[in-house]
């Protein structure tokens, strides 16, 4: 039987490798990757305490949170084919400026 415990170390370990992810690595592709590892651990947390606790509330969270995850690739992805059509790259070292 799966306890509310499993779930937060399930959702601590997702929180780490999107933290890893968005700090170390260099492709912004992949930072956009672990900023959605980061969202989906604060939804299975959210959905858990919302299963144990018995409260509509945290699956309201959930949806919310998915619906403004969702809103976020779409604007990232946008903003990173702009700059990769301006600039040919996608290293985040490389795209310290605002201005071309």
């Known amino acids: 039987m799966l306890t509310l415990t499993h779930f ?58 998915i619906t403004v995850a969702a809103a976020e690739v779409a604007v990232g992805l946008a903003i990173l084919v702009a700059v990769y059509r301006r600039r040919k790259t996608v290293l985040v070292d490389q795209l310290d400026e605002m201005r071309y």
């Open 8 to 65: 937060l170390i399930l959702s601590c370990i997702l929180f780490s490798i999107g933290v890893a992810g968005v700090m170390i690595r260099r492709n912004i592709i992949i930072v956009l990757m672990s900023l959605e590892l980061i969202f989906n651990a604060a939804n299975i947390s959210l959905a858990a305490f919302a299963y144990y606790l018995e409260s509509i509330t945290g699956t309201v969270f959930v949806v919310f949170n």
